[in-house]
Nanobody, 125 residues
């Protein structure tokens, strides 16, 4: 499966953005989908994920209450709605996919084997 993230941009503190990830070439409904981010000089970190069955969504503590991950299996798309953005949310955001992973590893980037190219999110103070 190929992934392409979009929707990043420059926004002021407290603003919102909606990231999208378009997928192609695979059976989308079989994939757990994740969002990760990487700021300059930092490791790539987990933001949110959604189970292949849409039965569960999972968030980093920093994202809880502000971000919402969703998917549209008919369109083979996954989304990340980000509200109340803060300067510390500034990073390159990546969507990722995996098939067949166990639930306990859904937050771990090492267990995703398909990655998009990333989209830049910059939050100004």
């Amino acid at each position: 499966v190929q992934l392409q993230a979009s929707g990043g941009g420059l926004v002021q503190t407290g603003g919102s953005l909606r990231l999208s990830c378009a997928t192609s070439g695979g059976t989308f409904r079989r994939y757990d989908m994740g969002w990760f981010r990487q700021a300059p000089g930092k490791e790539r970190e987990f933001v949110a994920s959604i189970r292949y069955s849409s039965a569960g969504t999972y968030y980093a503590d920093s994202a809880k209450g502000r971000f919402t991950v969703s998917r549209d299996n008919a369109k083979a798309m996954v989304y990340l709605q980000m509200n109340d953005l803060k300067p510390e949310d500034s990073a390159v955001y990546y969507c990722a996919a995996r098939e067949g992973g166990i639930l306990s590893t859904i937050r771990q980037k090492e267990f995703y084997n398909r990655w998009g190219q990333g989209t830049q999110v910059t939050v100004s103070s």
